[in-house]
Nanobody, 125 residues
Framework: QVRLTESGGGLVRPGGSLKLSCAVS????????VAWFRQAPGKEREAVTV????????WHHDSVKGRFIVSRDNAKNTVNLEMNSLKPEDTAVYYC??????????????????WGQGTQVTVSS
């Protein structure tokens, strides 16, 4: 059984930082890309960042380039998302997700079969 568990959300002031973590179990972790998506109230879910199975290729949404850093530790089956210079528009529920196929690098939500429960990130003064 594949399980993804996010942690690290919370309330932060504009300009602040947060670190999210995603622990993955139930699959051969170093064969799968991992993505972070977010969904704000009234908006569609959007891909924020994707890291490939080795950790040497990444994609970031334009809105977070230069502010968010994604990394993974294949020895610990975890992916981290370091979020810096946070803005109110970053407020959303953040989800980590794994595709249904190994070695698939994609930002299309429908290609992701496994999802965490989500963690709330609120950026407000």
């Amino acid at each position: 059984q594949v399980r993804l568990t996010e942690s690290g959300g919370g309330l932060v002031r504009p300009g602040g930082s947060l670190k999210l973590s995603c622990a993955v179990s139930g699959l051969t972790f170093d064969e799968y890309a991992v993505a972070w998506f977010r969904q704000a109230p009234g908006k569609e879910r959007e891909a924020v960042t994707v890291i490939n199975w080795i950790g040497d290729n990444r994609w970031h949404h334009d809105s977070v380039k230069g502010r968010f850093i994604v990394s993974r530790d294949n020895a610990k089956n975890t992916v981290n998302l370091e979020m810096n210079s946070l803005k109110p528009e970053d407020t959303a529920v953040y989800y980590c997700a794994v595709p249904g196929l190994s070695r698939l690098f994609t930002i299309i939500p429908d290609r992701y079969n496994y999802w965490g429960q989500g963690t709330q990130v609120t950026v407000s003064s």
